[in-house]
Each structure stands twice: as structure tokens, then as C-alpha cells.
């Protein structure tokens, strides 16, 4: 059974820094790709930043020089670390799975969600 968990969540100023982490289990795929999504109340999901088994990486316009993904795969986790966080960055953060290389951050790509971790940001 494929299961993802986030956690790492949390308040902090603008300005500060997280790292959310996303711990994956329950499959063994050759090529997959992980990606990380927020949800603010009242819009839609949105992509932030996605990660493959190949290493590659992309990035939302609005977290690109602010956003970092990477991933350890001996420990099956996906890391998402975010500086100088603005106004618009809070949300509820949720990491998906999907099968294939090169990432997408698409929420209709990814099969397999986890429950998200809460970000407030606070001026």
C-alpha cells in the first residue's frame, strides 16, 4: 500500500524558513516522481515544486530562487526547503506520487497523496 506522510509544517515569520518532509513507502518503482503542492483556503491546488528519480527538478515561477526539493532515497523521503517565506505562501502542503520521470506539477498527474502539513506565515 502506498502511503505518504508529511510533516515539518509550522508558524513562523515572514522572511523565515521550513523544511516540510515528505516520507514514502509501499512501493518500488524504477521511475517516479514526487511532487510537493499547497492549497490556500478558497483556491485551487498549485503546484510548487517537483522532484524525479533521476534527479531532475522543477519549480513554480512564484518559489523559484526561495524553493529547494531533493530527496533521499535510501530513506524514501522528499525534502522541500523554503526560505524567506512571503505572505503567499501559507497553506495546507500535501506531496503526491506519480509513476515516470520527469515531473510534472500537475495535481491531475499524481495518483497517490499524502494527508499535508499546515504553513502559516505571519508579517
Known amino acids: 500500500q502506498v502511503k505518504l506522510v508529511e510533516s515539518g509544517g509550522g508558524s513562523v515569520q515572514a522572511g523565515g524558513s521550513l523544511m516540510l518532509s515528505c516520507t514514502t513507502s509501499g512501493f518500488i518503482w524504477s521511475t517516479y516522481s514526487v511532487g510537493w503542492f499547497r492549497q490556500a483556503p478558497g483556491k485551487q491546488r498549485e503546484g510548487v515544486a517537483a522532484?524525479?528519480?533521476?534527479?531532475?527538478?522543477v519549480y513554480a515561477d512564484s518559489v523559484k530562487g526561495r524553493v529547494t526539493i531533493s530527496h533521499d532515497n535510501a530513506k524514501g523521503t522528499v525534502y522541500l526547503q523554503m526560505n524567506n517565506l512571503q505572505p503567499q505562501d501559507p497553506g495546507m502542503y500535501y506531496c503526491?506520487?506519480?509513476?515516470?520521470?520527469?515531473?510534472?506539477?500537475?495535481?491531475?498527474?499524481?495518483?497517490?497523496w499524502g494527508q499535508g502539513t499546515q504553513v502559516t506565515v505571519s508579517s
Open positions: 522532484i524525479d528519480s533521476t534527479d531532475m527538478q
Open positions: 503526491a506520487l506519480a509513476g515516470g520521470v520527469l515531473p510534472p506539477i500537475k495535481a491531475d498527474d499524481y495518483g497517490y
